[in-house]
């Protein structure tokens, strides 16, 4: 088969003219034909070594110094892991140390590739590639990217234009797919899904002879780059494509036609990775229809798909979502355990759920989903959203990395060691070898990929903290910055802690202590303390002119004890549940004391006075890189401060009023409450 190498050379796409950003790879522009690279062991025409030799070209291209790179075969490596190291003299002997030898090396070309943007990586950042040392393995082996972009163009919770995969119900193939690709590769990422979880109208054609020509296109793009290609599959495609009346996996009619269809799929794309299905959820057809439960649907799927090597996602996003706010007993918190956990072990080997990390919808603060470890003996993998929904739209800053290592960080104690998120979403916890991170990804055809400049931090760092879930947020952070912007170590230093403070200062203006929602209806962006109060959407912070909060305790709903102790207890109790999430689980009287001493009504106001200031305060501290960043990327974060302000400033006067209204308590502090 031609690599897409091959068909570049042959249509000659030159990047000439291009106006998108390249991100974190923004090399010196050409590309060294006198850099040495040489290849060992490695097949020199293997697709992804070629990506690796060009780009290393490109990112020496104006290096001093004259290195010699070797990309080398080393059986000892861990699967998609690398070392590299510098020889110095090399490896014939001589000691000038102008004649530093970089070997990397590697078990197989994913490692060899993430190897070369190691020292790529360390090149720019200024390190001693002289002394260069670093071995590193994955930590998750499945480390993926969901778009939700719909083949209309547009993208459902997208803030950064629309989407450069469609276009009118078409796909879209150019320079920046491959641009795309590279920067995955960089970052790790090793799977992508392209279309949205709610597959509708064209994308249910995905699979369709309409759409396999430039499907398989896209699909050596992205294996040039050690990338599969993943695709959101509409459960009912049986009925929408097959004219089956029905779409019940236990039917035999049904399953006979899936059959077909993936072999035809295969024939076309022997490389797909597999599909990440949505299912029963939010409108989305499932099997609960026919009475089968969530690992009928998906075993189904998994065994038709079996002998192409290909796995079934699963989503476990699944809820009532036409629930009567004055049914109190009904908590959507616990939806995911409820459908998932009486069916563990029932799932086939191919199959994967995937499971959001709290259990209600990416909110700014959540608990854990008690599913996760919950579940022991099914494979499993977290998803998270870098996509801002909840989290200020791409507007505000909230870089999410801090909350993402507290999530990989949680002791699930689903057994004695080895029980983190981490251990368990690696497979390390119970030996899955299918295991990883997704994210729902946050960009679009905007030029600089991410609407806000500052939100590529958040799709960097993802990549970045799936292969390696030791890395900190600040080391992330840091990486990112130096890699993206040349500054002086003071403004470096600047950028890394408004990053890392971010995510507080967001929490602290909106929705307090866990409780969550209180936006805007549909859109998401913005105060609406009772949007979502007397919905159908189980979205409630229930309170009244006494207290706030919801009760998840063995009194309330009752999903507190979802979690393995001594967590559910901890978090029964509201003297020890943290107290960040304390009104995710306890309805609290505002006079409630806090460990601060403040009341609970008055952290409020404090928190949200707090938050509005800081906020401010990004603003006021981004005007010391004018000058020290591109004046356009300086004018987008700029205009962006300024209606994160403004969106700070209502949240702020909008929770306050509220409960002040509601509690009749007045601010210790004297300050305007409306
Ligand atoms: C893709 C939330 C979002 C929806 C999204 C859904 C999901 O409800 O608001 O836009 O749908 O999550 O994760 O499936």
Redesign the pocket.
């Known amino acids: 088969m031609m690599d897409s190498h091959q068909k570049n050379e042959r249509k000659n796409i030159g990047m000439e003219g291009k106006n998108w950003s390249d991100l974190w790879l923004n090399y010196k522009a050409g590309s060294s034909d006198n850099l040495a690279v040489e290849v060992r062991d490695f097949d020199q025409n293997d697709r992804v070594i070629k990506s690796a030799v060009s780009e290393l070209k490109k990112a020496f291209a104006d290096s001093e110094s004259s290195f010699k790179v070797q990309i080398i075969k080393n059986e000892e490596v861990q699967k998609e892991g690398y070392k590299v190291e510098a020889v110095i003299g090399g490896s014939d002997g001589r000691t000038k140390e102008a004649d530093t030898e970089l070997v990397i090396s590697a078990s197989d070309v994913n490692g060899a590739l993430y190897g070369t943007f190691q020292l790529i990586r360390s090149f720019m950042m200024g390190e001693d590639l002289s002394s260069v040392s670093i071995s590193k393995a994955p930590s998750n082996p499945l480390r993926m990217m969901n778009h ?1 972009d719909n083949m209309d163009g547009s993208i ?2 997208g803030y950064s234009g629309r989407s450069f995969f469609f276009v009118n119900d078409d796909i879209i193939i150019n320079d920046r797919t491959v641009d795309y690709a590279r920067f995955m590769a960089s970052i790790g990422i090793n799977g992508v899904v392209i279309n ?3 597959v509708k109208w064209a994308a249910t054609d995905l699979i369709t002879t309409r759409f396999f020509d430039k499907l398989a296109e896209l699909s050596d793009i992205f294996a040039d780059y050690g990338i599969k290609l993943y695709l959101s599959l509409n459960f009912a495609s049986p009925i929408e494509l097959g004219g089956l009346d029905n779409c019940d996996p236990l039917n035999d009619q049904v399953i006979a036609w899936w059959k077909d269809k993936v072999k035809e799929v295969y024939d076309r794309l022997p490389n797909l990775g597999g599909f990440l299905v ?1 299912a029963d ?2 409108g989305r057809p499932g099997p609960f229809t026919y009475g089968r439960t969530q690992a009928d649907g998906a075993n189904m799927l998994g065994d038709v798909i079996a002998p192409y090597g290909g796995i079934i996602i699963w ?1 476990c ?1 699944v809820y009532n979502c036409t629930q009567d706010w004055r049914d109190t007993k009904t908590d959507r918190a616990r939806a995911g355990y409820d459908y998932f956990k009486d069916l563990d072990g029932q799932y086939h080997d191919n199959v994967i759920l995937q499971i ?1 990390n709290g259990p209600m ?1 990416f909110q700014i603060r959540e608990p854990i989903s008690p599913l996760i470890g919950g579940l022991t003996r099914t494979n499993q993998m977290l998803e998270v959203q870098i996509a801002q ?1 909840y989290t200020g739209h791409q507007i505000d800053l909230c870089y999410l990395i801090p909350m993402f290592k507290e999530i990989l960080g949680f002791k699930t104690y689903c057994q004695s060691e080895n029980d983190t998120v981490a251990d368990v979403v690696s497979g390390r916890a119970f030996g899955n070898k299918l295991a990883g991170m997704a994210a ?1 990804i946050n960009t679009g055809n905007d030029l600089n990929w991410t609407g806000n400049d500052l939100a590529a931090a958040n799709l960097y760092g993802f990549g970045r903290l799936a292969y390696d879930t030791e890395l900190s947020a600040e080391e992330i952070a840091r990486e990112w910055v130096k890699l993206t912007f040349n500054l002086e170590k003071e403004l470096e230093d600047k950028l890394v802690g408004m990053l890392l403070t971010s995510r507080e200062t967001y929490e602290k203006y909106t929705s307090p202590l866990g409780i969550g929602w209180m936006v805007t209806p549909g859109d ?1 962006y913005g105060p609406s303390v009772d949007g979502y109060e007397y919905s159908r959407w189980g979205t409630y912070h229930r309170a009244d002119h006494l207290g706030i909060g919801v009760d998840r305790t063995d009194k309330g709903t009752g999903y507190a004890q979802q979690y393995y102790q001594p967590n559910a207890d901890m978090y029964n109790d509201p003297k020890t549940c943290p107290e960040e999430l304390v009104l995710f689980f306890h309805h609290i009287p505002y006079d409630w004391k806090l460990k601060s001493g403040q009341t609970l009504i008055q952290y409020i106001y404090d928190s949200h006075f707090e938050g509005y200031e800081e906020a401010k305060e990004l603003q006021k501290s981004w005007k010391a890189f004018e000058g020290k960043v591109p004046q356009n990327v300086y004018n987008c974060v700029s205009h962006r401060f300024e209606m994160q302000v403004a969106n700070a400033r209502e949240w702020c006067d909008q929770v306050n009023s509220y409960f002040y209204r509601k509690s009749a308590v007045a601010d210790e502090k004297g300050r305007q409450i409306f």
Do not use: A, I, T
């Open positions: 939700w459902e919770r949205n979880v709610n949505k959820s939010e989503r996003f959001k919808d929904e729902v998401h």
